[in-house]
């Protein structure tokens, strides 16, 4: 397909508005509609009112629009198939299939087939049973702590570090009987606790080909120093002084192309993206968890390092073209993002509180401010969210963009607005 493109981006929160972004630089975005969008975006982009888990309406709202290509933010529609209707409409999409977004969808699928096809992972038991789970906790006595998970989506929060038996069931209640996150905890998914450097890799394929970007680290803790529960994530920065040529050969031989190799050997096609949580242990890189779409927060600090058109991109991995490209390329700049978030996230709290200070940090060299979860009325940006703004700086070194961060996030506030204050902190070559 030559020429310009008319593009629809699904999604609301921050990854979608810095993915808007890398799609409005392209020269060969015609338009931009996002459904729904947010009022961040509106200013933007053209907002379509259809929700993200309406696939019938997005493929209708795709033909109404004439098309030519379906960006997918959330992995909530991938998993519910929206890439099939979409495919089966013969309109191009950026984003797996709903068999192959099992690998985010179920955390005792991709267990499986790691295990199967040998992929380097930690060891693992399943329940689907809260008694047996429970009882089976009740006779460990050295193996603490563990990670408990549910298998399902839960919004980055199905995961407990249980650092004792007390803890472990305490996650099994929550999990299974009390059914916090709903059908996620259908199943349980019990996995060592693995020592080491933790390290986000994200790579875009089509099924044949694959393409490795540079990598980003998450701060998935609510505090500093990695202490209080997961969320969604607090902050990243990319580059990661942990990143070398060797480190990227080494996942991509044992890791990546395992994986993609497994799931064609399955009968999975992946076209999109392939995000690897990784843990750097002293035995090589072992896999995390995977996820079927671009991260949040990590993609604000990925795309805008991105010099590669991010559209042509898209389109050839849609197109099972990716091959076409010749490679990717960065900006040598750094980029780094700060979450703010609502009093008491990520448990309860409350929306609506007006937000000052927008100008102002936007006024800072090299930064750029993602909404995640904000609105905008009677002349003023209020929380609508738990993770209401990335604060991204870019910077020739990550130390200018954590300064530029940091200043920016200093002018602004709003009623219980928290942020971590030791984002991209390393602390010897290594990242410790």
């Given amino acids: 397909m030559a020429g310009k493109l008319t593009i629809l981006l699904v999604g609301s929160g921050g990854r979608e508005h810095a993915l808007a972004e890398a799609i409005l630089r392209s020269p060969r975005t015609a338009r931009l509609y996002v459904a729904p969008g947010s009022d961040a975006m509106g200013k933007q982009a053209l907002l379509v009112d259809v929700a993200a888990d309406d696939t019938a309406g997005l493929v209708r709202c795709c033909r109404e629009l004439k098309v030519d290509l379906v960006v997918v933010g959330p992995e909530g529609p991938l998993v519910a198939g929206l890439a099939d209707a979409l495919a089966a409409a013969g309109i191009p999409v950026f984003g797996p299939k709903k068999a192959a977004a099992q690998l985010e969808g179920s955390k005792v699928f991709t ?88 390290i986000s890799v994200l790579a875009v394929t089509d099924g044949r080909t694959l393409c490795t970007l540079e990598p980003a680290r998450d701060h998935k803790r609510v505090f500093d120093g990695d202490a209080g529960p997961n969320t969604g994530g607090m902050g990243a920065y990319s580059p990661t002084p942990l990143w070398t040529p060797e480190l990227q050969a080494d996942i991509e031989a044992r890791i990546l192309v395992p994986t993609l190799h497994a799931l064609n050997r399955e009968g999975l096609e992946y076209r999109g993206v392939l995000y690897a949580g990784l843990m750097l242990t002293s035995n090589g890189p072992k896999v995390l968890e995977f996820n079927v779409r671009f991260g949040d927060p990590e993609t604000q600090v990925i795309l805008p390092r991105l010099k590669t058109d991010f559209v042509e991109l898209a389109l050839l991995t849609a197109e099972g073209r990716l091959e076409e490209l010749g490679g990717i390329e960065f900006l040598p700049d750094a980029a780094l993002v700060l979450v703010m978030a609502s009093g008491g996230y990520p448990g309860p709290f409350k929306k609506g509180k007006r937000i000052a200070g927008l100008e102002a940090a936007a006024e800072v060299a090299g930064v750029r401010l993602h909404h995640a979860g904000t609105k905008y009325e009677l002349g003023h940006w209020l929380t609508n969210g738990g993770r209401v703004l990335g604060v991204t700086a870019v910077g020739g070194s990550l130390d200018e963009a954590r300064s530029r961060a940091y200043q920016a996030a200093a002018r602004i506030s709003f009623e219980g607005m928290h942020y971590r204050r030791d984002v991209g902190v390393v602390k010897d070559p290594r990242g410790r």
Wanted: glycine share 6%; hydrophobic share 45%.
């Fill in 111 to 198: 267990k499986t087939l790691l295990r199967k096809y040998h992929i380097p992972t930690a060891d693992d038991r399943v329940f689907t049973d809260p008694r047996h789970a429970e009882l089976w906790f009740a006779e460990q006595q050295s193996a603490w702590p563990v990670v408990v998970k549910a298998d399902g989506l839960a919004a980055g929060k199905g995961v407990v570090v249980a650092q004792d038996r007390r803890e472990a069931l305490d996650a099994v209640q929550r999990i299974m009987v009390r059914r916090e996150f709903g059908a996620a905890g259908d199943k349980l998914l019990v996995e060592e606790c693995l020592v080491g450097e933790e």
